[in-house]
């Protein structure tokens, strides 16, 4: 877990970025606003195999922009030696797999910026198909739209080695029976509990924490952990509301913490 904020970070804080790994395969799902610095903490960048975006919100992926320029100006990524870097004929080049229609809109971001060409350069650049299966090295990669403010997909992944076992993050999203079937029986389900109550009017975005316990439950999750969050709501009012329909383990998203499945 390398950020849980939702589109303000919490103090000291960075927004949706998830780390997935199996003995091989270093998958990063979201890249938001802070995520590049905290995945510094953990690992290092250029193991990351793919970084894999649900939606096209800021706090999902704009620290895509941190992430390409370290990938192309660190001394490190360079062909001749730099300081104690002595040069590499095989930089690291991540996957960059995006909702359908989010290159453009990143390639339009890079521009405004100056630099058109810095995603196409630093990363092999995607768009996946939501409806198709995608492979990582040995894990399973599947999406599964769900209601929000604009195109978002919730995630689902699997490793070859332990195929019974799966991890389902929701991404952003307002009620929904679409993650019902698509997350059952999930031993790791990540879910969204941005709100204090909802939304007073228009369509529906966003789930409270005691909507997030009705969909893990709905979903037999064997646990929930709750994200996108803010620090300036009460964690343990939110465990509670989770639990008033959910009686799996339960708790709040935090920095640095692992979750096996
Ligand atoms: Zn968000
Ligand atoms: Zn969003």
Redesign the pocket.
């Known amino acids: 877990m390398l950020g849980k904020s939702p589109a303000w970070q919490d103090a000291g804080g960075a927004c949706s970025g998830y780390l997935v790994e199996d003995a091989d395969t270093c998958v990063l799902i979201d890249c938001g606003s802070g995520v590049f610095s905290k995945l510094r903490r953990f690992r290092d960048y250029v193991d990351v195999d793919a970084i894999v975006i649900t939606?096209m919100?800021a706090?999902?992926f704009l620290d895509v922009i941190p992430f390409a320029c370290a990938l192309t100006y660190a001394p490190r990524q360079q062909p001749v030696p730099v300081d104690r870097w002595p040069g590499t004929d095989t930089p690291a080049r991540p996957r960059l797999l995006v909702p359908s229609g989010a290159v453009e809109t990143l390639r339009t971001i890079a521009s405004a910026g100056g630099q058109p060409a810095l995603l196409d350069q630093a990363f092999a650049m995607t768009e996946y198909d939501a409806a198709a299966p995608l492979a990582i090295g040995a894990l399973d990669v599947r999406f599964q739209p769900v209601p929000?403010?604009l195109p978002?997909n919730a995630i689902q992944v699997r490793s070859d080695d332990v195929p019974a076992r799966r991890f389902t993050f929701g991404g952003?999203h307002g009620p929904t029976d679409a993650l019902v079937g698509f997350a059952d029986a999930s031993d790791l389900l990540i879910l969204e509990a941005t709100l204090p109550r909802p939304e007073r009017e228009g369509p529906r975005?966003h789930l409270t924490p005691g909507e997030a316990g009705e969909h893990a439950a709905r979903c037999h999750a064997a646990r929930l952990v709750l994200t996108h969050i803010s620090d300036e709501l009460d964690w343990d009012w939110a465990v509670a509301e989770a639990r008033r329909s959910y009686d799996g383990p339960v708790e709040v998203a935090r920095e640095g913490a692992v979750y096996e499945v």
């Open positions: 939606h919100h706090d999902h929000h403010f978002s952003d975005g």
